[in-house]
């Protein structure tokens, strides 16, 4: 988890940024750093709550105890045009469908410690393109 932390601030900072220029071609690939990571923020507040790994376009895997509906949350991907320009992100938000949890999660962090997991579904999955190969 703490290699994550550095992610987890670009994404923070990149979220709370106006995304300016053409994103229209905002499509994820392999390309970047973890790129199989993705931000869940909580839609009234508009602020980070967690985050998941992808497992598929659509879907990805959470932990359990936190989530309540999904209608409360947005998932975020990300993939940064210009390394140079980290403030100016391309992302891609995606409304969760559902959320399902595993079946002994509790709200307990000590009983939870094997059961601590959840799958998402977006509304619509993220556009990805395929892997390229890094030169």
Request: proline fraction near 5%; charge should be neutral.
């Amino acid at each position: 988890l703490r290699s994550l932390l550095p992610l987890l601030t670009v994404v923070s900072l990149a979220s709370a940024q106006i995304i300016s220029g053409n994103k229209e071609n905002c499509r994820f690939n392999a390309d970047p750093i973890f790129s199989w990571v993705v931000g869940v923020w909580e839609k009234s507040t508009n602020k980070y709550v967690g985050h998941g790994a992808m497992i598929t376009s659509v879907a990805f895997v959470t932990s359990c105890r936190e989530y309540k509906t999904p209608e409360l949350y947005t998932a975020v991907g990300q993939f940064i045009w210009n390394t140079s320009n980290p403030e100016d992100p391309c992302m891609q938000e995606r409304n969760i469908k559902s959320i399902q949890k595993h079946p002994q999660c509790t709200n307990s962090p000590e009983t939870a410690i094997f059961f601590d997991f959840s799958a998402m579904r977006m509304e619509t999955a993220f556009d990805i393109t395929g892997t390229t190969t890094r030169s």
